[in-house]
């Protein structure tokens, strides 16, 4: 038996990982020596890509100075403080306080865990549930997981999927009725949250939490009106919206947020991975002047807010998270990534007329090619043609991630054109080499 238990993979599969011993750029080295593009940024993650000196200096920085400090019960650090403020400045709307944590799982479950102390903290001891989507992800903690709508991140586990209100997933080629608009469909879905918001009762319902632009779902763009739509119903009801911008934060899809692209005007927001460009395991959930009051004056009046993590705020993830700020901020994030995503666009649209090509979804740099599923008479071996499409993406030296048979991409943002090229070419081999 293996000794690393490694997440998201069968234990007992004989093929060998993947091991990825260096990087350069938007390029990583595995141990044999091969380099490849990373379409996938990893995990949506190295938005600076694999070796930004800059970053690195400003770890190396702070490990000389204070290599750690924690932020409980009166302490803290100054670089946490100065990413407070400087993060803070930068988010949309009135999100103006934040809370640090380590990981995005993290992140999700710390950002349940307020929106229920916020509503217990106002009276509302029974509004417990959550709405999440079918499809999207949330993570890998407790709650997260529940919140998570895949089946095999609940499967065995006993988490409390009771706690989750399961919704439709807004993927409107998919799930469109014959001639419904994308208003009428997003219109459609908003009215399902309603309405299961009233089967369970207002009473009951705490906060919904979505991705703006669903990720590991399979880079879903929502459809036209959809979070115009949804945040109605919210509000009716007096039911919290938490962001998921654990992918689309920090230029992801186009605009600094995604809750800015969208028009989500959300209660809390979670933030990870391109916070830091993953050079450091930090996540954060921002938490609006609307909720924050009334969630303080509960902690003061239970003596403290309980919850946090020894690293929430940790001093080298602060000072790398700032240098990161500082590197988007003279990028002009929104435009560089503009730059790129019509790069991507041109490229695109010669993909999307391929026959095997069921839909090509895209906004700023998020990039989902759905393929048709390939099975022989019948097509139905689901997954089937994502897998082999990434096994030749490899082979060519390109690392897409499959998701069942979409072909995600999520270059890092530093991503030149002739690096968009290449990795549209060796798409469109590798979708040579499985269909033709
Ligand atoms: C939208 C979203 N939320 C939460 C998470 C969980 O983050 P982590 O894996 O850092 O716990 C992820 C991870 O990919 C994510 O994409």
């Not at 050079?279 to 609006?288: D, E, L, N, Q």
Request: charged residues 20%.
């Amino acid at each position: 038996m293996d000794a690393h238990l490694q997440p998201f993979r069968d234990p007992l599969d004989e093929n060998l990982p993947l091991v990825i011993t260096g990087g350069d750029g938007c390029f990583v080295i595995d141990d044999t020596g091969k380099s490849y593009l990373d379409a996938a940024a990893a995990l949506w993650c190295t938005s600076l890509g694999f070796s930004n000196e800059r970053l690195i200096a400003a770890a190396e920085r702070q490990y000389r100075s204070l290599p750690y400090y924690h932020s409980m019960m009166g302490r803290t650090s100054g670089r946490s403080e100065e990413l407070a403020q400087v993060l803070t400045a930068r988010l949309p709307g009135d999100l103006n306080h934040v809370f640090f944590a380590s990981s995005g799982s993290e992140a999700v479950d710390s950002a349940i865990k307020l929106a229920h102390f916020y509503q217990n903290g106002r009276g509302n001891k029974t509004k417990k549930s959550i709405i999440a989507r079918d499809g999207a992800y949330h993570g890998s903690g407790f709650l997260s997981a529940a919140a998570t709508g895949f089946a095999y991140c609940h499967d065995g586990f006993d988490v409390p999927v009771g706690q989750v209100i399961r919704v439709t997933r807004p993927h409107f080629a998919r799930f469109a009725r014959d001639g419904e608009s994308e208003l009428a469909f997003s219109q459609r879905l908003a009215d399902e949250i309603d309405a299961a918001i009233q089967e369970a009762g207002a009473d009951n319902v705490c906060a919904m939490i979505g991705e703006p632009a669903l990720g590991s779902g399979g880079s879903i763009p929502p459809p036209a009106g959809y979070w115009a739509a949804v945040q109605a119903v919210l509000r009716k009801h007096d039911v919290l919206l938490i962001a998921d911008e654990i992918i689309t934060g920090f230029g992801r899809t186009g605009e600094w947020f995604g809750s800015e692209t969208y028009g989500i005007e959300p209660d809390l927001m979670t933030m990870a991975k391109q916070l830091t460009g993953s050079y450091f395991p930090m996540s954060a959930v921002a938490v609006s002047d609307r909720i924050v009051g009334d969630m303080n004056n509960f902690a003061h009046e239970l003596g403290t807010l309980g919850h946090g993590f020894t690293y929430s705020g940790h001093p080298v993830g602060a000072a790398i998270a700032l240098e990161a700020l500082a590197i988007y901020e003279e990028m002009n994030l929104p435009a560089h990534v503009a730059q790129r995503s019509a790069w991507l666009a041109e490229r695109l649209e010669a993909v999307a007329a391929r026959p095997e090509v069921f839909e090509v979804r895209h906004v700023g740099l998020m990039v989902g090619v759905e393929l048709h599923p390939i099975g022989d008479p019948v097509p139905d071996q689901v997954g089937r043609a994502g897998e082999a499409v990434k096994d030749a993406g490899l082979e060519r030296g390109v690392i897409f991630r499959n998701i069942s048979d979409t072909i995600a991409m999520s270059p890092p943002m530093i991503i030149e054109r002739h690096e968009v090229d290449f990795m549209i070419d060796v798409l469109e081999q590798s979708l040579d080499a499985v269909f033709c």
